[in-house]
């Protein structure tokens, strides 16, 4: 079955950065789009960003765009996001999903607190 498995959160202070991996297994890995979804406390579901299958196009939420880069690795069925000059407003549990444009994660997810 699917299994997408989040890693890579924590506590970073502001103007910090981090590195999300979401390890996929279950499915061709390398003929799907992905998508990094997140979810703050009391807040909907929130878009963040998504990469076609070849890793030649990718899609970013204005939130974050110039500041989060999502790559993959379709040898190691590993999908990354990358965050920089990261805000407060970052502050929540991120998701790897399949497909693109996901309005919801498939993983547990990761949890990523931006605080001083």
């Known amino acids: 079955q699917v299994q997408l498995v989040e890693s890579g959160g924590g506590l970073v202070q502001p103007g910090g950065s981090l590195r999300l991996s979401c390890a996929a297994s279950g499915f061709t890995f390398s003929s799907a789009g992905m998508s990094w979804v997140r979810q703050a406390p009391g807040k909907v579901v929130e878009w963040v960003s998504d990469?076609?299958?070849?890793?030649?196009?990718?899609s970013y939420a204005p939130s974050v765009r110039g500041r989060f880069t999502i790559s993959r690795d379709n040898a190691k069925n590993t999908l990354y996001l990358q965050m920089n000059s990261l805000k407060p407003e970052d502050t929540a549990v991120y998701y790897c999903?399949?497909?693109?444009?996901?309005?919801?994660?498939w993983g547990q997810g990761t949890q990523v607190t931006v605080s001083a």
């Open positions: 990469i076609n299958s070849s890793g030649g196009s990718t």
């Open positions: 999903a399949r497909g693109l444009r996901a309005t919801r994660g």
